[in-house]
């Protein structure tokens, strides 16, 4: 069965230079910018990418004691 989740993209008025911040409101961390709506929308989506994928380097450093495999599933 695959799952979706569903996100808020919010775009700030462009500031005194031109940029527009846009951030995942449902992901902390997930910000960025660009000079036009698209541009921080891609810049955004990919920043979104970043925050969500796991961390190999530091996944690997830690003894499996300490690790906890958690699965969630989101209810409508």
């Known amino acids: 069965m695959a799952a979706s989740i569903d996100f808020t993209i919010s775009f700030d008025a462009p500031d005194e230079q031109g940029w527009i911040v846009a951030r995942v409101l449902e992901v902390p961390g997930a910000m960025s910018q660009g000079r036009t709506r698209e541009e921080a929308r891609e810049n955004v989506l990919d920043a ?11 996944a690997g450093k830690m ?3 300490d690790r906890e495999h958690l ?5 409508a």
């Open 71 to 75: 699965h969630f599933t989101a209810a």
């Open 48 to 58: 979104l990418q970043t925050v969500l994928t796991p961390d190999e380097e530091l």
């Open 63 to 65: 003894p499996d004691a």
